[in-house]
């Protein structure tokens, strides 16, 4: 006969802020429309700042965040340093992240570390860029 538990989980009806002080700016303590939050292997938190142009991280429970994707000015780009309002940021287990790049139609992968990026799926001006 094999037991059976049942879980019943609740979720704590009052929010606390993790990330963002509540008014939209570029500081390293804000936000402007974030639109998406995911969580790496470590527990930092990355969110795609849409209309900075950049992905933030934050550690576990730090108040500021680096700018990991983007050029870090707040004015969206083209280059392979640059992004003009992403969308998403998955982190794979080796470190590695991929960003939707919604603007500029492309899929961008920073290896762990780098600066820049390289462009893994979408097109760069009129080159359709092919992976196989």
Same mark, same amino acid.
């Given at each position: 006969m094999? &037991?059976? *538990? =049942?879980v019943e989980l609740r979720w704590n009806k009052t929010g606390i802020t993790v990330a963002g002080i509540g008014i939209a700016g570029n500081g390293s303590n804000q936000l402007n429309t974030p639109i998406d939050a995911s969580l790496? /292997?470590?527990n930092s938190l990355y969110i795609a700042d849409r209309n900075n142009? @950049? =992905?933030q991280k934050y550690l576990m429970g730090a108040s500021y965040a680096t700018t990991v &994707?983007?050029?870090g000015s707040g004015i969206?780009?083209? *280059?392979?340093? &640059?992004?003009? /309002?992403? &969308?998403?940021a998955l982190i794979i287990s080796n470190g590695d992240m991929f960003v939707t790049d919604t603007y500029n139609h492309r899929i961008l992968k920073w290896s762990s570390g780098s600066s820049s990026a390289?462009?893994?799926?979408?097109v760069?001006? @009129?080159?359709? =860029?092919?992976?196989?």
């Open positions: 094999f &037991a059976v *538990s =049942i790496d /292997y470590q142009h @950049r =992905i &994707a983007g050029n969206g780009g083209t *280059s392979l340093n &640059a992004l003009l /309002y992403p &969308a998403q390289v462009v893994v799926a979408g760069t001006g @009129r080159l359709q =860029i092919v992976v196989n």
